[in-house]
């Protein structure tokens, strides 16, 4: 009678203990993803950046309406604290955990910039828009491409 039961006794115990690691994993990095507060989003970096531009264009002579599309060379990067002379991180302890101290992040160079505006078809407008984009951004005038909307 043991050895009948025994079989089905194994397979619930793995069961179990299967469905208690695969629990544990799933908790485990959802508590991982949550100790991520410095996370860098280069989409909301872009976003402020265009709508900055945007803002700044709708003041200049002749423009009414503009369309501002920003592109980036890379991602973001982070800057933590190292210790002198060494590749090791400077790191805090909170609560048992240790985690490397942040000092905030580097942004990433813009690569281009496409505009679309009222007048961008005028070589006047298109002159002003680009000596005063790449003076803000310190890009070449190669990389800024100006369009009247259609």
Known sequence: ML????????IISVLTIGLILILFGTFKSTEKDKEVTNDF???????ELEEKIEQFLLNVDGIRNVNVIVTLDTSGEQVYAQNEGSYDFLTITS??????????????????????CTNGSQDEVKNKITRLISAYLGISSNR???????
């Not at 050895?3 to 006794?9: E, P, Q, R, Y």
């Not at 989003?41 to 976003?47: I, N």
């Not at 609560?95 to 942004?107: A, F, H, M, R, T």
């Open 3 to 10: 050895k009948k039961h025994k079989s089905k006794i194994i």
């Open 41 to 47: 989003s280069c989409e909301l970096y872009t976003s």
């Open 95 to 116: 609560n048992g955990k240790q985690s490397p101290v942040y000092i905030g992040e580097i942004y990433p160079n813009v690569r281009g910039v496409a505009i679309a």
């Open 144 to 150: 800024i491409e100006i369009v009247s909307f259609g």
